[in-house]
């Protein structure tokens, strides 16, 4: 993710307002999209009523081609407002990094499986650039267990820094959201587990290794 790739990035993270309350998100989206949600790389439910808000929200990531399209005529017609989305820039918690500890609601294989091809979306779709993370899973238990989470680590811009409002917006993006069934929850990542696993022999799941554990490499 160096500057150029940010400043280059067609995909926008957006913030959609939900004016009918009863409305579902896949009714919502389909509005959004003009009935063709294909435009959506991904979406995320965040509750309206934090902040005092009424209106259901949505974290949105798609073309801003296509935001930039959206006329007031139509947001008005599909009761909808649409901003650009701009991440919380606190102070992370002592002893974390800007890297993700990702966990699930499922068993490891569709954990690590749809963790993969979330994230291959991104990069097909140039949200995200292929060669600016990676997604490692630790070594199993000595029974051959393996663990289920994943640590998702990014390389640093030119000037050596990590993209942080970028990062942000991937977690507040992918955090408690559901692909293909498997919901994700994301915590900032300890440097101590970061480098517990860096430090032996981790196990990383490349894309077209899911099937079965013996596939998994085994990386340094």
Known sequence: MSTDAKTNNPMGLYVAYDKLPDRSQEDFLKSLTNNDTSKIVHSNFWDGNKGGDKDKRYIVCMPKEYNDSLTDEFKKENKLSIVRFIPNMHKL?????????????????????????????????????????????????????????????????????????????????????????????????????MKDIKKGQNKKQKENDTQREEEITVSA
Request: glycine share 4%.
């Open 93 to 193: 918690k002592e002893g974390t990094t800007h890297g993700f500890y990702v966990t699930s609601n499922v068993e490891f294989k569709d954990f690590s499986k749809n963790l993969i091809a979330l994230f291959k979306a991104f990069e097909d779709k140039k949200f995200i650039q292929s060669d600016s993370f990676e997604i490692t899973f630790p070594k199993a238990y000595p029974d051959g267990k393996l663990r289920n989470y994943a640590m998702v680590t990014f390389k640093k811009s030119n000037d050596n820094n990590f993209p942080k409002a970028y990062i942000r917006k991937l977690k507040a993006l992918v955090d408690n959201s559901t692909f293909n069934g498997v919901k994700f929850t994301i915590d900032w990542l300890s440097i101590k587990v």
